[in-house]
């Protein structure tokens, strides 16, 4: 059972450039999410969404798209990157949207820098 | 809206110490969950500790434990007798059922245990 794969683990990005995080999880979980990690600032959410064909946005969702064609990916897009986009991104899975269903289950972490 | 306050951001004790990691959260609603997770040097995040807002129960598991106190918002966890490895940085978050697809987190202490 592999959990949340995240890919690549490390990025290094030009300024303008394009790229794709991407984010399976075989657990038929429901509820995907990505995070952001900046230092001082905790886990900050970007987008998540509640199944397939159903994306939100969370607290900091400019400069990402997300889509979710089928229940085990869910691939975080940037379209042109900027320096402030320099950070870890999570994703994370659980079974159902619903607050107390079932905990986060975090993948390893995508380290981007963007220059 | 919910918030999560750790108003530690770092906290040096020497092994054997006992420690505290304050909490504080802020929600309007009164059916909630509070999370404690656990992100050591190699960067993945682990769950330690689920709680609902009806259940004040204070918990221990080893040298763990954790104090939820609705009277002052608070949900504190102890490391009784630290030890080396317990270095990380430790997030509280919680989500609530008006905010319920947003898990939110604090901004982490970071733990260092000297030897």
């Known amino acids: 059972n592999a959990g949340v794969t995240q890919t690549p683990k490390f990025q290094v990005l030009k300024t303008g450039q394009s790229m794709t995080l991407q984010c399976a999880q075989d657990m038929n979980h429901e509820y995907m999410s990505w995070y952001r990690q900046d230092p001082g600032m905790g886990l900050r959410l970007i987008h998540y969404?509640?199944?397939?064909?159903?994306?939100d946005q969370g607290e900091v969702p400019n400069g990402y798209n997300v889509s979710r064609s089928t229940t085990e990916d869910f691939p975080l897009r940037l379209l042109s990157a900027a320096p402030s986009q320099t950070s870890v991104y999570f994703c994370?899975?659980?079974?159902?949207?619903?607050?107390?269903?079932?905990?986060?289950?975090f993948g390893a972490g995508s380290r981007l820098t963007v220059l | 809206a919910q918030k999560v306050t750790q108003a530690q951001t770092e906290i040096s004790v020497v092994e054997k110490e006992d420690v505290t990691l304050d909490c504080v959260y802020e929600t309007r609603d009164t059916t909630y969950y509070l999370f404690w997770y656990k992100q050591p040097p190699s960067g993945e995040l682990v769950f330690l500790i689920r709680?609902?807002?009806?259940?004040?129960q204070n918990e221990i598991s080893g040298r763990y434990s954790w104090n939820f106190q609705k009277s002052t918002s608070s949900f504190n966890f102890t490391i009784t007798a630290s030890q080396v490895v317990d270095s990380a940085v430790y997030f509280c978050a919680m989500i609530s059922s008006g905010s319920a697809r947003q898990l939110t987190f604090g901004s982490g202490t970071q733990l260092t245990v000297l030897p």
């Open positions: 969404s509640v199944g397939a064909g159903i994306t």
């Open positions: 709680r609902n807002s009806f259940d004040e």
């Open positions: 994370a899975s659980k079974g159902s949207w619903r607050a107390g269903a079932n905990v986060l289950t």
